[in-house]
């Protein structure tokens, strides 16, 4: 176990390196991969690189706390949380990335599209980074996760304590439910070729990828609400609470990662290309 949260860990930190190359060379100035030279200069795209190479920065820190002794005694919320949405982050990466690749393989060249903000090899070493430091940092988690919480992962929904907070629970689950189920069925409207909403440039826009990207993000929406709703409600009381766990932990963090890296683009009005 201590051999695999090494390997995994220090993985997940190789994996991050061209992703975080990348944005250092973007933060310096540097227009490598840019289509348009001029991009890399505006504030909006220089704000979204500094947020991103934080966030991957953050990563590595994560990754080194799950594979050293001296992680089992950081506080429990510093780890969770990031690792949270970093989990949310990654986990599309971790799905996408080889469907994409075989994609490729098979595919005849495509003709390249004219308003693309980046060249295709950009578009490429991003994704497997992405895949890959989600996967390996999935990994290093569950091996740290079991290290330390082995005898709650062990349980079952029938073995959760209802304390004090359980009606709020309940109710709290149920609306947050109904709202990720919603968000999730609109994904996935649009993830089977669904109009609803879309302005005509994100009609313009779609790609094989972002039909794809759409139906994972409905189904780990639609997940984590039964994931949390059998939880808090013990519908089906045998069920492995990490089974329970990991529905509720991907599809939360999902929505709250992609929903907030939305918001801190659109509400400011950063337009990226």
């Known amino acids: 176990m201590r051999v695999a ?6 993985g997940a930190i190789v994996f991050m390196l061209p992703y ?13 991969g840019f289509n348009d030279a001029s991009l890399v200069a505006r504030p909006g795209m220089i704000a979204a690189n500094a947020m991103s190479f934080g966030m991957d920065f953050v990563a590595v820190g994560l990754a080194l706390t799950f594979t050293h002794r001296w992680g089992v005694r950081v506080p429990a919320w510093l780890v969770l949380f990031p690792m949270w949405v970093a989990s949310g982050f990654l ?25 693309a903000m980046l060249q295709p090899w950009v578009g490429r070493v991003v994704t497997a980074s992405f895949a890959g430091q989600g996967a390996a940092l999935l ?47 609109l994904h996935l409207v649009w993830a089977f070729g669904g109009t609803a909403g879309l302005s005509q440039r994100a009609l313009s826009g779609r790609t094989a990828q972002s039909y794809l990207l ?22 089906y009381r045998r069920a492995p609470f990490k089974l329970l766990l990991a529905l509720t932990w ?12 939305t918001l801190a683009l659109v509400l400011p009005g950063i337009v990226l290309g």
């Open 5 to 10: 949260r090494l390997i995994a860990g220090y």
């Open 20 to 32: 975080l190359a990348l944005k250092i060379a973007w933060l310096s100035g540097n227009p490598i």
């Open 91 to 115: 986990a599309p990466a971790v799905v996408v990335a080889p469907i994409a690749i075989i994609r490729q393989a098979l595919a005849a060249n495509p003709a390249p599209h004219t308003n």
């Open 139 to 185: 990994v290093a988690f569950v091996l740290y996760a079991r290290t330390r919480w082995s005898d709650l992962l062990r349980s079952t929904s029938a073995a959760a304590a209802t304390g004090a907070t359980h009606s709020v629970q309940v109710i709290l689950a149920n609306v947050a439910s109904l709202m990720a189920a919603a968000a999730g069925a």
């Open 214 to 235: 759409n139906g994972i993000w409905g189904l780990m929406s639609i997940g984590g609400a039964a994931g949390v709703l059998t939880m808090v409600h013990q519908w």
């Open 250 to 261: 991907i599809g939360g963090g999902s929505m709250f990662a992609w929903g907030l890296w």
